[in-house]
């Protein structure tokens, strides 16, 4: 029997609810495929710190580094609550860079997907999703103002200051437009290259070595478009884009206004895919103001199970499944009031309970090779 080692990494705020659905998820998925799973928890983020005095506890760094992949939550608290804990520590610079850095995970992989049956979820007008809204965003995640060099201090004049580099080198854009490549290959092969050269040098070179890494990739059309441009268009006409590829603030802001045009972030899985290992989130926050509620939609958190499944694990009709067994679940009108408003043709369901659907449409699909 195949046996895989996953680290579960629940989070702050409604992680630890919203990943015993992905957990629901799992267990079907191993009993029905003959594969073993092995599923242990980890101590991450805010909580972390606060119960272990470091928010990636080195416990959790050897779990991690055992894992075949790892399924992370949400992290993070209130402003209020975050001021508890030392600058370095909260849990963005304390647990997720390092993370990053540790397993260099440089591609991350945001699908934005909303078929037209869930178009009442988006705030734009029908006549603009169509026939729904369907793109990936590739965000190039270990480099950037996020990962350069930085410095504070005060200067000659009394005065507090900060400086803040973007770095790229050439390297790190090539690997990050080669998978943009291969993934528009995949689809319908056209690549949106955002970028910002009209202002920044780092875009100048960011364009030259896509450019470069282009010529491999004949069949691929590249379409240039300015971020600041970008990001009105996706209001305006998300459906002209398929695969979309940026450096990292770039694709931090967009990927986040993507989560918008579909409703909510709650809608927005994410893959972070490095060279030997790969970690799977929710590209939403915590939520502390829900949390304990039992409100919070599951569907970020089991779709990124789904693209484990199929980017870790090789099985990809499964993925399907559980894609399948989602968008069911909200065929039958089900939703959450985190996602909706108690409406006609509705029913408002807790995060238990859309998890407990959610397998029991998985369980209805053909297991691959049966």
């Known amino acids: 029997m195949t046996a895989y080692k996953i680290a579960l990494l629940d989070g702050d705020g409604i992680g630890p609810e919203i990943m015993a659905e992905a957990v629901k998820v799992l267990e079907l998925v191993s009993s029905r495929n003959a594969i073993e799973f092995e599923l242990e928890h980890g101590a991450f983020g805010a909580n972390a710190y606060f119960d272990h005095g ?46 990053r850095r540790r397993y260099n995970t440089f591609a991350n992989f945001r699908p934005v997907y909303l078929p037209k049956s869930l178009a009442h979820f988006s705030p734009l007008k029908p ?5 729904g809204i369907d793109f990936i965003i590739i965000r190039e995640l270990v480099g950037g103002l996020y990962f350069g060099k930085k410095e504070t201090g005060v200067n000659a004049q009394g005065r507090r200051y900060v400086i803040e580099s973007l770095e ?12 943009a490549f291969d993934t528009a290959l995949k ?5 949106h290259n955002i970028h910002k050269s009209n202002v920044l040098k780092s875009s100048v070179l960011w364009n030259e070595v896509v450019g470069e890494v282009g010529e491999d990739y004949p069949e691929v059309e590249v379409k240039h478009i300015l971020v600041d441009a970008a990001a009105t268009y996706l209001c305006l006409n998300p459906g002209q884009f398929d695969v979309m590829v940026m450096e990292n603030m770039f694709g931090d802001i967009l990927s986040d206004q993507a ?12 893959a972070c895919i490095g060279p030997d290992k790969a970690y799977y989130e929710p590209s939403h926050g915590s939520a502390p103001d829900i949390a304990g509620q039992n409100i919070a939609n599951p569907y970020s958190m089991i779709g990124s199970v789904a693209m484990m499944l199929e980017m870790s694990f090789g099985m990809e009709q499964e993925a399907k499944n559980v894609w399948h067994a989602m968008q ?43």
Do not use: W
């Not at 790229?168 to 998978?179: F, L, M, P, S």
């Not at 689809?187 to 690549?191: A, I, M, P, S």
């Open 54 to 99: 470091h928010s990636f506890p080195e416990a959790t760094k050897q779990l991690c580094d055992e894992a075949d992949a790892i399924l992370k939550g949400p992290i993070g608290l209130s402003h209020e609550e975050s001021k508890k804990i030392p600058v370095d520590m909260q849990p963005e610079r304390g647990a997720l860079l390092p993370m």
């Open 127 to 131: 006549e603009i999703i169509g026939d």
């Open 168 to 179: 790229y080198d050439e390297d790190q854009i090539a690997r990050i437009a080669k998978v």
């Open 187 to 191: 689809r319908k092969k056209v690549l």
């Open 259 to 270: 989560g918008g045009i579909l409703g909510s972030l709650g809608l927005m899985p994410s």
């Open 328 to 370: 069911s679940v909200f065929a039958q009108g089900n939703s959450t009031s985190d996602l909706s408003k108690p409406g006609k043709g509705i029913k408002m369901i807790s995060t238990q309970a859309f998890g407990d659907l959610v397998v029991e449409e998985l369980a209805k699909t053909p297991v691959a090779g049966a």
